[in-house]
């Protein structure tokens, strides 16, 4: 077994590695299952995990003819638990749902599988993913880089950013792939509709707002996972955006914007700006229409009502805020469904403005206000729920109602994870990418044994 910490390389590395013998996929899985032991206790992102399996898993990877050529060659991934995994039960974070095992992986599983990722566990989500922290009915998983902070909701982040995992998926329905990186000094991407295939094989999921992306310690990372999940490998050698619009406006009233957070998006602006062949950077507001807020709010509970019902819940089982909005979801449901034109509507109107000012990309804040305080919002009431989820996820959102892409590029303000936002055209997954990788190029290593690619 090598003496270099194979928990501190990228999955680039470990495929590598990997590939041409140097490490086998059991030396990874061994070290990454000792993280788990060590850290989880403290970090508790994992929901379900058995090392025996991953050990198992992992020595299939090493055993298999066409190791040479698998693109996750032995890479440990996090699932979270809210996809299907055989053997483990799919919870959705709700002790509404059933502990009974699944029976089979879901198809975004079978192509991790496939291209030799080992599935190193079950990681925490909010309930049925309805919010950007934990509820009372759950443990509560924290920040790695700071436990007295919360992951954005996300033990899938705080796995990837303890290095007990090196990739993970989330589904994002409103930013929980990329307020979780953002929180935790991570890439996320929102892909565009049908780039990556829905769990459960959905057609759709909560009214057409949510997506299924990756969550990486680099934009390569990301974007190697991303190839996986969409069939299609993902090329960063682009040249990046050339016209961006900088924005430092919420697309709905928040608390304001936090000097930080300020100073995040203004910082990366000048670091894309930079250099030969850097990017012309203009301030510019995409033009927000009013009841922004409100649409999207619709969506969303009708979205978990429709989610709740297609698992056949009791939501008497629930969380109390939880079963709130599956109330409130099926009433809209049932006398007033929300409409696609108006996501439809929303999605030409940024478009429209992207081609007036020939805008590739627009950038901005992921959150207006620093993370929360682990465990703050145990025990609430859903309408101080709902006030919280509006006001931290003021600025991502409106990207899934208009069904565009969306990456965030870690940023390191002040010894502190910020994150920024990048928002394309359809289609631009890669262009993003390739964009998160240029500020990543230019970083400053955080101190610490999780340290992701940030710079200050």
């Known amino acids: 077994m090598d003496a270099l910490d194979l928990t501190g390389l990228t999955a680039a590395e470990i495929v590598s590695r990997v590939r041409d013998g140097r490490s086998s996929a059991v030396d990874v899985a061994r070290a990454h299952l000792a993280r788990i032991a060590e850290n989880d206790p403290e970090v508790g992102a994992f929901a379900e995990h058995d090392p025996v399996r991953v050990l198992a898993e992992a020595g299939g990877v090493d055993a298999r003819p066409d190791r040479f050529a698998l693109p996750l060659a032995g890479v440990p991934v996090a699932v979270p638990d809210d996809i299907d995994v055989a053997g483990y039960p799919t919870r959705h974070g709700s002790a509404a749902t059933s502990a009974d095992p699944a029976r089979r992986d879901d198809e975004l599983v079978k192509r991790l599988r496939a291209a030799g990722a080992v599935v190193v566990g079950k990681v925490r989500v909010p309930e049925l993913g309805a919010w950007a922290f934990t509820q009372a009915t759950q443990v509560a998983p924290r920040n790695p880089l700071d436990l007295s902070l919360d992951p954005g909701g996300s033990g899938a982040a705080a796995a990837v950013a303890a290095r007990m995992a090196v990739l993970a998926l989330a589904t994002d329905g409103g930013g929980a792939a990329r307020v979780p990186a953002a929180c935790c000094g991570l890439v996320g991407l929102k892909p565009g509709p049908d780039v990556v295939p829905l769990p459960r094989g959905a057609g759709e999921h909560w009214c057409g707002l949510g997506a299924t992306g990756p969550i990486a310690r680099t934009a390569e990372d990301a974007a190697l996972l991303l190839g996986v999940l969409a069939g299609d490998p993902v090329d960063l050698d682009l ?22 957070h300020r100073a995040a998006a203004i910082g990366a602006a000048a670091r894309l700006r930079a250099g030969p062949g850097g990017a012309i950077v203009t301030f510019a507001d995409p033009p927000y229409p009013r009841g922004l807020l409100a649409q999207w ?31 409130k979801g099926r009433r809209l449901l049932r006398f007033a469904p929300p409409r696609p034109d108006v996501g439809a509507a929303w999605r030409e109107r940024v478009l429209g403005w992207m081609d007036e000012g020939a805008y590739d990309v627009l950038l901005g804040p992921v959150t207006s206000q620093p993370a929360l305080r682990a465990g703050a919002m145990l025990g609430h009431g859903y309408t101080s729920s709902l006030l919280t989820t509006a006001t931290r996820l003021s600025c991502t959102p409106a990207w899934n109602l208009a069904g565009l892409p969306a990456v965030v590029a870690p940023v390191l303000i002040g010894g502190r994870p910020v994150g920024v936002q990048l928002v394309g055209r359809p289609g631009a997954e890669a262009d993003l990418l390739a964009a998160a990788a240029k500020l990543e190029r230019r970083a400053v290593p955080m101190a ?3 340290a992701p690619r940030v710079y200050a």
Not at 247 to 260: C, F, I, T, Y
């Open 448 to 450: 610490g044994a999780a």
């Open 297 to 327: 709010t619709r969506r969303w509970q009708a979205g978990v009502a429709g989610h709740a019902e297609a698992l056949e819940l009791d939501m008497g089982a629930a969380g109390r805020c939880t079963a709130t909005v599956v109330r």
């Open 239 to 260: 040249p990046g955006p050339r016209r961006i619009a900088l924005s430092l406006r919420a697309p709905w009233p928040s608390r304001g914007l936090h000097a930080d």
